[in-house]
Nanobody, 114 residues
């Protein structure tokens, strides 16, 4: 079992920055992928950024503004979000695929005011 706990969400003005953290615990060996998703009411969960086999990739809507990174010593994944826009408002979820089983955090709300 893997447990994921997100933190760092909140309210920020347009153009501001936030850094989300996702602390992992449990049987975190053989990680296939770590990722951040986001979801707004009535929509499907959207992949924002991921690290797979050491390679990073981003949704077109966040390229150049968001950066995903990991600190293996701390078992923590980060999402640095800069130049935030109101359309970035969502609940952000951390996701980890370990031995091809997907685990989710509880989500953290990010609200960007205009």
């Amino acid at each position: 079992q893997v447990q994921l706990v997100e933190s760092g969400g909140g309210l920020v003005q347009s153009g501001g920055s936030l850094r989300l953290s996702c602390a992992a615990s449990g049987s975190i060996f053989d990680i296939n992928r770590v990722a951040w998703f986001r979801q707004t009411p009535g929509t499907q969960r959207e992949l924002v950024a991921h690290i797979t086999n050491g390679n990073t990739d981003y949704a077109d809507s966040v390229k150049g503004r968001f950066t995903i990174s990991s600190d293996n010593a701390k078992n923590t994944v980060y999402l640095q979000m800069n130049s935030l826009k109101p359309e970035d408002t969502a609940v952000y979820y951390c996701n980890c695929v370990v031995r091809y089983v997907s685990y989710w955090g509880q989500g953290t709300q990010v609200t960007v005011s205009s």
